[in-house]
């Protein structure tokens, strides 16, 4: 028999300071090997929720866009990978499943523009999905790929 739990959440935030909030809430949940997918368009809010996240970790250095690093690695209560896949064009699998490697288990992996290594995307992860409302609302919608990740929608 197939386990059933709930494994989505859908929220609201009214603002940046909102949804990094929200990260930051997140990250308390966090545990090592953990990969938290960003969706959404440009300017959506993924950068605004990893930076609240970096600092719900504990990182103390500021989390940017890296615009020609596909990967940036910071140090926290767990290390933490955030990886921007925008410039990414058209990786090849091969390419794309060597940005997930053996170092992230030992902590927190966030991928913004996941759809750039869709191919190769673990099933066990956190979808974070952002929709604009307007200008300052966000719809985030949170979907845990495995049951253990379902413990990030009770901090939501
Ligand atoms: P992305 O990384 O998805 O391209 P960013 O996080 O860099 O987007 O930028 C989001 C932009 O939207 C910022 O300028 C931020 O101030 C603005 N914004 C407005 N409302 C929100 C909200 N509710 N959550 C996140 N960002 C918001
Ligand atoms: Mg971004």
Redesign the pocket.
């Known amino acids: 028999m197939s386990e059933v739990a709930v494994r989505e959440r859908r929220l609201r935030?009214?603002?940046?300071e909102?949804?990094a909030q929200l990260g930051t809430r997140l990250a308390g949940r966090a545990i090592a090997g953990d990969l938290l997918c960003l969706w959404?368009a440009?300017?959506?809010?993924?950068?605004?929720f990893a930076k609240g996240f970096g600092a719900g970790l504990g990182v103390t250095d500021t989390i940017t866009?890296p615009t020609f690093v596909l990967m940036a690695e910071y140090a926290g209560r767990l290390p933490l990978f955030h990886l921007d896949l925008f410039r990414l064009a058209d990786a090849s699998d091969a390419y794309a499943s060597g940005l997930i490697d053996d170092r992230q288990a030992a902590g927190v992996t966030l991928i913004?523009w996941p759809e750039r290594m869709i191919g190769t995307l673990p099933a066990r992860r956190l979808d974070v999905v952002?929709d604009g409302v307007d200008?300052?609302?966000?719809q985030i919608t949170l979907r845990a790929g495995a049951v253990d990740l379902a413990r990030y929608l009770d901090a939501a």
């Open positions: 935030t009214a603002g940046p909102d949804t959404g440009l300017g959506a809010g993924k950068t605004v866009s913004e952002f200008e300052d609302v966000r």
